[in-house]
């Protein structure tokens, strides 16, 4: 058991689960942004070429509601509103992906002065001049 608790202990204050809480908060406030904003910023100009109906509540009716039974019917308008969150937030993300990695490139590359250079990458190419270096003497012998 103190093993266990131990590990968990490591996990916990390594870092991993801080920075997962981190995303998932990041992640929520960010996805209640995007539902603003496609409920209050894009979803009306869609109703407006619909003759002023909510696309939420529109849908395809399979069956009536009757005494006793309740309305069966296929909730188009929120699923295209769901959609378009979902579109959003996947190009969001991309967009965000894409500039880190064009971040990362630069910072990884060693010849690049424009972006500080990590320590680790700097190291190891350091080395790899070396080794070359090394190469071309035991090639000359």
Avoid: C, H
């Avoid at 539902?35 to 910023?41: F, H, I």
């Amino acid at each position: 058991m103190r093993k266990f608790y131990q590990e968990f202990k490591d996990f916990a204050l390594k870092g991993n689960m801080i920075d997962m809480a981190i995303g998932i908060i990041i992640g929520v406030a960010f996805n209640n942004v995007v539902s603003a904003l496609v409920k209050k910023v894009i979803i009306p100009p869609f109703s407006m070429l619909s003759s002023g109906i909510n696309l939420r509540d529109r849908k395809y009716v399979l069956q009536d509601a009757t005494e006793g039974v309740s309305e069966i019917a296929i909730g188009w308008g929120e699923l295209l509103e769901v959609l378009v969150d979902f579109l959003i937030i996947t190009m969001t993300i991309f967009m965000v992906v894409k500039l880190m990695n064009r971040f990362r490139r630069k910072a990884d590359d060693p010849t690049n002065k424009e972006v500080e250079t990590p320590k680790n990458i700097e190291l190891l190419s350091n080395i790899e001049k070396l080794l070359e270096k090394q190469n071309e003497l035991l090639k000359k012998e």
